[in-house]
């Protein structure tokens, strides 16, 4: 195991990484993302979770090369019945740190850094890569473990609803009916 590793797990779970005095080559860290860093965040996605992250540091003359590693799992809100559910995670990233005048992204992978730079926050790149692995649609596996009062509520206004939309006549939809009629004379 790299010495980095085990001065990390005996400090507190900060998000940084020295820049100034990092030696020139291959450094690794490793993170363990909780709940207490989803509530920091505000209007956090993520409610809850735990996210292993593995980072690679490779410092060169001009630049840092950061190789993020993410696995874990995190609760999330089912999109079909409201409630909470696990939704495992897995994501990989290669950011690039490069020296500049000022501070700005060049692009989505590029940071641009100063030389007066001692260190590099990397929280709001671990939320950011955390937040583009979750699904689109964040439901339950299986319709059967979402909670079944609610879907049974939901399939009852549908129908009901249905049953008003097909009863309600408006001058619209008797116009479509009248040029259908012409149509298909």
């Given at each position: 195991m790299h010495p980095e590793l085990d001065k990390m797990k005996n400090e507190v779970n900060t998000f940084t990484?020295?820049?100034?005095?990092?030696?020139?080559?291959?450094?690794?860290?490793?993170?363990?993302?909780?709940?207490?860093?989803?509530?920091?965040?505000?209007y956090s996605e993520v409610k809850k979770g735990v996210v292993n992250l593995l980072l690679g540091v490779e410092k060169m003359e001009t630049m840092f090369i950061l190789t993020m590693k993410f696995e874990g799992k995190v609760v999330l809100q089912c999109d079909r019945c409201g409630?909470?559910?696990?939704?495992?995670?897995?994501?990989?990233?290669?950011?690039?740190?490069?020296?500049?005048?000022?501070?700005?992204?060049?692009?989505?992978d590029v940071i641009i850094i100063t030389k007066n730079d001692s260190e590099f926050d990397l929280s709001d790149l671990i939320y950011e890569y955390i937040i583009l692995s979750l699904p689109i649609h964040?439901?339950?596996?299986?319709?059967?473990?979402?909670?079944?009062?609610?879907?049974?509520k939901l399939h009852n206004f549908s129908q009901s609803e249905a049953t008003t939309e097909e009863e309600e006549e408006t001058p619209w939809k008797q116009m479509m009916k009248d040029l259908k009629s012409k149509i298909d004379k």
């Open positions: 990484i020295p820049l100034e005095g990092l030696p020139f080559g291959h450094t690794d860290y490793q993170y363990v993302i909780n709940d207490s860093f989803f509530e920091d965040k505000d409630d909470d559910y696990e939704q495992a995670i897995a994501n990989s990233a290669e950011i690039y740190l490069k020296y500049g005048a000022e501070k700005g992204d060049e692009d989505e964040r439901t339950h596996d299986d319709e059967s473990l979402c909670n079944q009062e609610v879907l049974a």
